[in-house]
């Protein structure tokens, strides 16, 4: 059993505290948010994250985690401290805001009287660990680099069976009592690799800038098969069967989002900036992402005609399924781009309103698939929950002439064409 503190309870803290806690950890959850603790002390997640409400619960009853505001209480509770707070972009900048980081390490550094371990797991770019390592005078404290590999939505799996774990350390004993608390899932079959503290950190960026990589150039793929008349599923199939490359992050879909890939690739090239190395291919991948927002954008116009006065539907506003993250998602920018050019928007999303399109002009939530697609002129099916693949477009009181421009390629574009809907999907054969 480990004392364990888990300082910044968004996705990343939250999930692995409970978790931790869920193997038989003594974890402490801190956060300058007095609401968001009062919350979770009554097992009240507050964020949407399959199967994570049951997990806390059961920690809470069984007293392995605990929630609070008084990080330095906290500190002097655990002897293995992880810094999980945000590290956003600068505004305007390539760079990342480390402050929430070190004002955490900080603290952490001034409360610790024995010795503890500070772990960073929150993305930080190359050489943040020998920074912290500086704040820290003739005290003996650790500073070791454990990048968190968790998707939202999948997270729970994701900490339970991990791909891999990676620490990165210069100290053999730190190592050593990382080992130890993953220990239940390295004998589960969890690879467990241990590289030097900047390795570590430069893992977490390279295998975001990677797989947005991949989906970048699938995207890219995916407008050449539009434009030539080939399915990009089949070439995705063809491609992803060479065990080189691989299946997995190769759908094409609208531009990748979320609170990581395009925060950690920009912060990938702020890192070769700063180390005087040029990432050509990761600035490309960025550039092909801004470049597919503006196609998406272009493309419905293409579809409808004319936007103006137009009834458009969205079906899920999220940057993907299973989440209610909005952050960098493709809906934030699509949706206000057709307001201002006249249309009517409707949304329904499975995990309610959202408060970034309460203000914008001709928006208005719908509580279900039915009331959002009624007299609609397009549906957008913009993310890809389970509870869309089953949708009847016949069934639904759109408009006649209602068309479907499906981002996430749910449905059989011949099948679609059998039951007379007018269908567009991505890089796939247009049958209209
Ligand atoms: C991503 C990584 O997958 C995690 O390993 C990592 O821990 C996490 O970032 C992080 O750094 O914290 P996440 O952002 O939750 O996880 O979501 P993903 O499932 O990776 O999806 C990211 C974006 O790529 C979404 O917009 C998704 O729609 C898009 N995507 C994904 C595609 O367009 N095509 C694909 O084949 C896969």
Redesign the pocket.
């Known amino acids: 059993m480990h004392k364990l503190c888990m300082i910044g309870t968004g996705y ?1 803290g939250l999930v692995s505290g409970v978790c931790f806690a869920d193997l038989g950890n003594q974890v402490i959850c801190v956060d300058q948010d007095k609401e968001k603790i009062k919350k979770l002390r009554y097992g009240i997640s507050p964020i949407y994250e399959p199967g994570l409400d049951e997990i806390l619960k059961k920690n809470i009853n069984d007293k392995r985690i605990q929630f609070t505001d008084n990080l330095s209480e906290a500190v002097k509770q655990s002897d293995i401290i992880f810094l999980c707070v945000g590290t956003p972009n600068k505004k305007n900048s390539l760079d990342v805001n480390l402050s929430y980081v070190f004002k955490a390490a900080k603290e952490v550094i001034k409360n610790s009287k024995s010795h503890k371990i500070i772990v960073t797991k929150s ?1 930080v770019p190359v050489s943040t660990g020998d920074q912290i390592e500086k704040l820290i005078k003739k005290k003996k404290i650790s500073v070791i680099s454990n990048p ?6 999948e997270a729970i799996r994701d900490f339970r069976f991990p791909d891999r774990i990676v620490i990165g350390s210069n100290e053999s004993k730190a190592t050593e009592i990382m080992r130890s608390l993953y220990t239940p899932l390295i004998n589960k079959g969890a690879k467990f690799y241990v590289t030097n503290r900047r390795g570590a950190e430069l893992i977490k960026y390279a ?2 800038a990677f ?1 947005a990589t991949k ?1 970048s150039f699938i995207n890219e793929i995916a407008n050449l098969c539009e434009k030539s008349g080939i399915n990009v599923e089949d070439v995705a199939l063809g491609i992803g069967s060479d065990n080189r490359i691989g299946s ?4 094409a ?2 531009a ?6 395009p925060k ?1 690739t920009k912060g990938l090239v702020a890192t070769g900036k700063k180390f005087k190395t040029d990432l050509s291919i990761v600035n490309s991948v960025i550039k092909s992402n801004e470049n597919r927002k503006k196609f998406l954008l272009e493309r419905i116009p293409k579809i409808l005609g004319r936007v103006k006065g137009k009834s458009i539907t969205f079906l899920g506003v999220t ?2 399924p299973n989440t209610d993250d909005m952050r960098d998602s493709n809906s934030l920018i699509m949706i206000p781009y057709l307001s201002k050019k006249g249309a009517r928007i409707k949304y329904y999303d499975p995990t309610g309103e959202k408060k970034e399109f309460k203000k914008i002009k001709n928006v208005e939530y719908a509580f279900s698939v039915n009331q959002a697609c009624m007299n609609a002129d397009l549906i957008v099916l913009h993310t890809e929950w389970d509870e869309f693949k089953a949708i009847e477009f016949n069934t639904l009181k759109t408009k006649k002439t209602c068309k479907v421009y499906d981002l996430r390629n749910l449905f059989d574009y011949k099948e679609m064409k059998k039951k007379k809907i007018k269908y567009y999907s991505v890089g796939r054969p247009n049958l209209n």
């Open positions: 990343v993305t968190e590999f968790l998707r939202e939505g295998s975001n797989l989906i997995r992050f190769l759908r879909g609208p990748y989002g979320g609170s990581c890939f950690d940057f993907k």
